[in-house]
């Protein structure tokens, strides 16, 4: 049984289906007997909480872009503590999200995606493996519809097909694992549960 920990990220843009992936990653973890910790970003606390509740209003994609990081700076402190302590942390979304969210303009908004690497620089080498979740935007959007909830400022397909190309090219300069998420519920399972295990063997 490996003693060490490792901090393992999923991406994506919306409808790619992270949550669902790194929920059913985590329950295949537990079952083989592996301390897992699920967690995600925004955080459900502090300032994720604030960013989450939407209490800031109408402010800049810069602004929020620093709000994330610093909601990164203290919930990064936590995540290194769970892998020091042998833990497996599956983490849905973290820099990269930041990155191609925040650098795609929305309503004629966007931040450079150069001064969003740099903030979020010491948090780039931190992961053990990045698993992108890639997708059509126009099946994403079309599964966020199928959720019956309301629709968020991000979720429009114009922004989305920003944010995809955004992924792809971190994902080629960063060396992202990359997932077609078009495909089946259990074939996206069985490709990310090989990258997956690569990393905890």
């Known amino acids: 049984m490996r003693m060490s920990g490792a901090f393992i990220v999923f991406e994506g843009a919306d409808g790619a289906g992270k949550s669902s992936v790194c929920k059913r990653v985590a329950e295949s973890l537990t079952a083989k007997g592996f301390e897992v910790v699920q967690t995600a970003e925004p955080t459900h606390e502090g300032i994720g909480a604030f960013i989450r509740s939407g209490s800031a209003g109408a402010i800049s994609q810069r602004t929020e872009a620093l709000l994330f990081v610093a909601d990164r700076n203290d919930h990064t402190e936590r995540i290194e503590k769970d892998v020091s302590e042998g833990r497996i942390v599956l983490c849905d979304r973290y820099f990269a999200s930041t990155v191609a969210y925040q ?80 495909q089946s519920k259990d074939e996206v399972f069985e490709k990310v549960m090989e990258i997956v295990e690569k990393v905890i063997e």
């Open 103 to 182: 650098s795609a303009r929305l309503d004629g908004d966007a931040s450079d995606m150069d001064w969003l690497i740099r903030i979020n620089d010491e948090f780039i080498d931190r992961p053990n493996a990045i698993i992108l979740l890639d997708i059509d935007p126009e099946i994403g959007m079309g599964r966020v519809g199928d959720r019956g909830e309301e629709i968020s400022k991000f979720e429009r397909l114009d922004f989305q097909k920003q944010v995809r190309a955004n992924y792809l090219y971190l994902a080629e300069q960063y060396g992202f694992d990359v997932v077609d998420a078009s």
